[in-house]
């Protein structure tokens, strides 16, 4: 047994290493989003090749969370780390995954962490919460392994314990894979380091007026022509239903829900060129690679448009499993006012009678939404309001402080700045419960950062725009307010650089942050 004390590991800490606390005290983790409470105990679990993972076997969610840290550590540490199988004879550690319904917070992502010498508790009450708590361990493995406590190498991750539960339960990021075509590869990789930070959603947005990018089996053209073009006339592309399921399953091994959007009545020009009959705007439709907007509707009185529509929403909600459908709604501004609330409250049915929830943008608010459906706040916090006082949640997006795509300064490299630039503090200094003003606070559902994509066309260019500042809207969706501080913020984020750096991700490195400094 090693034993482990803090002196022992000062005196030992390599003096090239850049760590400015003690390694053992869990209170100065930089762990994103912050907790809701650490309690530190000043000593270290020695993670090492004689460490196991156990997880309540009689939930296979929880098995499946213990191999995923499994796996993590594995390609990381290049550590082999046994799950839930007969330990070897020299196992000295374990790290144990357990379900359990007493947790004093209701959330179902609600976990607790024990950390002490030789064990590792993690109580969660259900896979997605233990999922969660795994995160913050995952956070909590060093960079560098302390060679010099034992014979093989031993991550230290120090003591304590930490209490955590999110403050909403809807913490989105959404991508605009329309304007610019992202391959399946690119999307994983954005969702794998959202899961990281804790989101619990990905929004897709899925057609617009350059193209159309999900198979429709039934209505064919929609990909054979409808997904042929994106912004400056590059080639576009489309997932495959095969594929779309594929980022299903790869976002719910990560506990998270993909919200697919259809954008609708408007941003309609792809969908109306691969089938003229969709088209209201009585011109002839074109294809379009510019960045226009507000320019396509679809027919909203022709019978044809619900049947259509009937089809695209059975098929694409056969390969979602989640309870949502995002029908858009934006910025249709070719669509007359009474058609446009007609067919929000036609599209509204269809997509209930299918079994989902309805989302769509704040403009949705003008028809005679159900209390079922939620709004997405963008631009205009009085449809927000009137979204709430009929009852629906809001999701939270205000271009203004939580557009991935808004530039940060007049020198970024891409993006807008239509709606504000942003730079990196202004994106984590606001309070999506004080946003706007008279919402209350039960009738938000959350926190969304959407990137739209008519600059970006990468996985390089995204993450530029994305990263860091997604990192600080995880912890707006997850940190109580009164628990947030930029200065504290900037300090935790400096230490995502190794993160950041071994994932390869393109992120901008604002001079707000000391990133060599930590
Ligand atoms: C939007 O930015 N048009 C939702």
Redo the contacts with the bound molecule.
Sequence with gaps: MVVIGVLGITACTPPKQKITYPPTDLSRAALIPKPLKVVPTHSAFGLDSKTMIYATPTDKGFEQVGQFLAEKIRSRLALDIPVNTTPAADIERIIYIHQTDSLPDDSPEAYQLYIKNDSILLNAKTAAGAFRGIQTLRQLIPEQSNDTLAPQPMWLIPSGKINDAPNFEYRGAMLDVARHFFTVEEVKKYIDILAYYKYNTFHMHLTDDQGWRLEIKSWPKLTEVGAQTEVGGGPGGFYTQEEFKELVAYAAERHMQIIPEVDMPGHTNAACFSYPILNGTGKQVKNYTGTR?GFSTFATRKDTVYAFLDDVIREITALSPGPFFHIGG??SHVTKKQNYIYFVEKVEEIVQRHGKRMIG?NEIAQANIDSSTVAQL??EPHNALKAAAKGSKVILSP?KKA?LDMQYDSLSKHGLHWAAYIPVDDAYNWDPETYVEGLPRKSILGLEA?L?SETISNSAELEYLAFPRAIGYAELGWTPSEQRDWEDYKGRLAQQLAYLERLNVNFYRTKLVDWEGQ
Excluded: C, I, K
């Design positions: 907007v934006d910025e943008w963008w631009n271009a557009y959407p739209w």
